[in-house]
C-alpha cells in the first residue's frame, strides 16, 4: 500500500507531505485546487513520464517521493531481484525533474533506470483516470484478470514453467544448430588448414635457430678463416697466447718462492691458461662441425619460406599458428558429436512441445468456463453502479496460425485439432474484454469506451468482482463521479467502500454520496497571497468532514440544513 508521498516544487505545489492508510481515502477541493496535480505527481512514481515545465516557477527542480509497503509483493521482488536490487518490505520511490540536466530516478535510494520504475509501478497503483497507468485499458493484461477471478495462477504457473522449458530448449537447439551449420561450411577449409599446418609441422622454438643459422651459412667462410686465426692464436701458433701465460706462469712461480706475494699471480695465470685453452678447445670443435654444403642453405631458407607463409595466414608467428591448430582441431573434433546432442534435443522438445500443448488445452477449457460466470457478475455490479444497459462479454481467441504468415520452424507453431496453434507465455488464447454501453450497439473493446465516467465506473465493477484476487493493492480513481448522482452516487460510494475493504482505495470526488464514506478525508485548497498560489493538502477532523461534506451538498456558503444533512448521509453510510 502507499504510506506516504511528499511533493516539493512540482506545479502550484511549494511543499506537501501526506501520510496515507488503509481503506478508503477521499480527496476534495475546489476545482482548480489542485487535486489533480497531486494525482500527476503520483504519476511520476509509477514511471510515467514528465518534462521540466512541471518544476515550479522560480526553483530548478521538482522532487516527487513516496513511500509504499510492499511487505508479500512478489511482482516487486521479481524486479528488484531482476536488476540487481535487494528486496525489502519498504520501498521508497523518488523522482527528480530538473530543468538544467535530465531528470533521476530512485529505488531506496539507488539510483536506476525510469523504465525499471515503471515496471514495478505495474505491481504497486492502478491509476484510473486521464493517465497512462489503466492496466485493464490494455487488452495484454485481460488474461491475467481472468485468470485470477478462477484462482487459475497454480495452472498457469505449471503451464508457464513448461514453456519456459520448452522455449529454453529451443533456445540452446538453435544455437547449436547453427553452430553445426557454420562448422559444416568450414569443415573441409578447416580440414585443409590443418593439413597444411601438419605438413609443415613447425616448433615453437626452431624459427629462431633457423635464423641464427642462416645467419652462420651465409658467412660460413668468413667464420671458418677467423675461428682458425683466433685458435692459432690462442693455442696452436707459434708464440700462442697459452705458450705466453705458461711462460708468465713459469717466471712468477720462481718469484713466489722468493716472495710468497707473488703467489697469487701464479694463481691468475693458471686460470687464465684454463680459459685460453677452453676458448681453444670450442673453436676447434666448431671449426670441425661446420657444414659448407650449399644444399643446406637451400634447406633451410627453404624451411623459413614455409614457416613464414604460414605465419601470414595465420595470425603473424609460430605461436599463433599453433593456437590455430588448436581450435581448428578442437571444432572438428567437437563436430562429430553436435548431431548426437542435436537429436537428444529434439526428442526433449517434442516431449516439451506435447507437455505444453496438454496444460495449454487444460488452461483454455478452464478459461472458457469462467468467462461465462465472470460475465453475470459484472454486468450486476454494472447495473448497481447505474448502467443497468451496458452489457460485458468476455471475448477469448486461440492464437491461430494461418499457413502464409506461419514458420514451419517455429517452436511455438503447434498442430491442435487439425489447426496450427501458436504458443506464447499465456497459452493459446488472447482474451480480451468487450463492452457495450447502450442497448443496440455492438461490443466494442474496452478502451475504445470514450466517457472517462464510464470508463471509471466499469474498472469499479471489475475490479470489486476480481479484488480478492487483485495483483496492484492500490487503485485510484480520478473522475469516477462524472455523470452521476442521487442513488447512483451512493451505489458507486458503497461499490467503493466495499472495495477499500480489500485493497487500497484512493479517489478523488466531487459527490456528497462518496466522500461520506471515506475512512480518511483529505481536503485540497489553493492559497493565494498576492504573489504565488500554492496549493497543499490537509487531513480533516470529524467535524471538518461533516463541513467538507456539507458544502459538496449546499455549495460555498454551508448553511445548519446543509450540515444536518451531511451528518444525515454519513450515518447512513
Known amino acids: 500500500m502507499l504510506t506516504s508521498l511528499t511533493i516539493q516544487n512540482y506545479a502550484l505545489i511549494e511543499e506537501l507531505s501526506v501520510e496515507f492508510t488503509d481503506g478508503l481515502t477521499i480527496l476534495t477541493g475546489e476545482t482548480g485546487a489542485g487535486k489533480s496535480i497531486i494525482i500527476d505527481a503520483l504519476g511520476l512514481l509509477l514511471g510515467e513520464r514528465s518534462t521540466p515545465s512541471v518544476v515550479r516557477t522560480g526553483t530548478t527542480k521538482a522532487v516527487v517521493e513516496g513511500t509504499f509497503s510492499v511487505r508479500g509483493n512478489r511482482g516487486v521482488a521479481g524486479i528488484l531481484r531482476e536488476h540487481g536490487l535487494e528486496p525489502a518490505e519498504v520501498l521508497l520511490i523518488r523522482r527528480e525533474i530538473s530543468t538544467k540536466s535530465p531528470g533521476r530516478s530512485f ?39 481472468l485468470d485470477a477471478f478462477g484462482s487459475l495462477n497454480g495452472d498457469r504457473a505449471l503451464y508457464q514453467e513448461a514453456f519456459t522449458t520448452l522455449r529454453t530448449l529451443v533456445q540452446r537447439y538453435d544455437t547449436l544448430r547453427d553452430r553445426a551449420r557454420g562448422l559444416k561450411e568450414k569443415e573441409d577449409l578447416y580440414k585443409f588448414q590443418l593439413r597444411e599446418i601438419d605438413d609443415v609441422h613447425p616448433d615453437p622454438d626452431e624459427e629462431e635457430q633457423l635464423l641464427t643459422e642462416i645467419r652462420i651459412l651465409d658467412n660460413a667462410e668468413k667464420v671458418f678463416s677467423t675461428a682458425q686465426e683466433l685458435s692459432a692464436l690462442l693455442y696452436d701458433g707459434d708464440r700462442s697466447m697459452f705458450d705466453l701465460f705458461s711462460t ?21 695465470t693458471e686460470s687464465a691458461k684454463a680459459v685460453v685453452e677452453e676458448l681453444a678447445r670450442f673453436l676447434r670443435d666448431y671449426v670441425s662441425r661446420m657444414d659448407f654444403s650449399p644444399g643446406r642453405v637451400d634447406e633451410v631458407r627453404e624451411r623459413l619460406g614455409r614457416l613464414s607463409l604460414l605465419k601470414k595466414k595465420f595470425g603473424g608467428s609460430v605461436e599463433s599458428v599453433l593456437e590455430h591448430r588448436a581450435r581448428i582441431s578442437e571444432a572438428l573434433r567437437s563436430s562429430t558429436n553436435v548431431d548426437e546432442e542435436l537429436m537428444r534435443l529434439e526428442g526433449e522438445i517434442d516431449d516439451s512441445r506435447s507437455k505444453s500443448v496438454i496444460l ?66 499465456n497459452g493459446f488464447d488472447q482474451a480480451e474484454f468487450l463492452v457495450s454501453a447502450n442497448v443496440g450497439e455492438e461490443p466494442r473493446p474496452l478502451a475504445r469506451i470514450a466517457s472517462g465516467g464510464e470508463i471509471s465506473r466499469i474498472m469499479l465493477a471489475l475490479k470489486s468482482v476480481i479484488a480478492r484476487h487483485y495483483r496492484v493493492p492500490v487503485v485510484v480513481f480520478d473522475e469516477i463521479d462524472s455523470g452521476v448522482s442521487g442513488r447512483i452516487a451512493q451505489a458507486v460510494g458503497n461499490s467503493l467502500k466495499k472495495l477499500a475493504g480489500t485493497i487500497q482505495v484512493i479517489v478523488i470526488t466531487h459527490l456528497p454520496q462518496i466522500a461520506g464514506l471515506a475512512d480518511t478525508h483529505f481536503g485540497v485548497y489553493k492559497n493565494d497571497d498576492g504573489n504565488r498560489t500554492t496549493t497543499f493538502l490537509k487531513k480533516l477532523s470529524a467535524e471538518e468532514c461533516v463541513e467538507e461534506v456539507a458544502r459538496l451538498l449546499s455549495g460555498e456558503k454551508i448553511t445548519e440544513a446543509g450540515l444536518k444533512g451531511a451528518r444525515e448521509l454519513m450515518r447512513k453510510s
Open 360 to 425: 495449454a488445452e487444460r488452461l483454455s477449457k478452464k478459461r472458457s468456463s469462467i468467462a461465462r460466470k465472470i460475465e453475470p457478475e459484472v454486468m450486476h455490479a454494472l447495473e448497481s453502479l447505474g448502467m443497468p444497459n451496458v452489457s460485458f462479454s468476455v471475448s477469448i481467441k486461440l492464437h491461430e496460425v494461418s499457413e502464409e504468415n506461419s514458420k514451419a520452424a517455429d517452436p511455438g507453431i503447434v498442430l491442435w485439432n487439425d489447426k496450427k496453434m501458436l504458443l506464447t507465455e
Open 107 to 145: 529505488l531506496n535510494d539507488s539510483p536506476v533506470p525510469l523504465g525499471v520504475i515503471s515496471s514495478i509501478g505495474d505491481f504497486l497503483v492502478d491509476l484510473h483516470g486521464q493517465h497512462e497507468h489503466q492496466s485493464l485499458l490494455r487488452p495484454s493484461t485481460h488474461i491475467e484478470f
Open 248 to 268: 708468465v706462469n713459469e717466471k712468477l712461480q720462481l718469484l713466489a718462492t722468493v716472495d710468497q706475494r707473488f703467489a697469487e699471480g701464479v694463481s691468475e
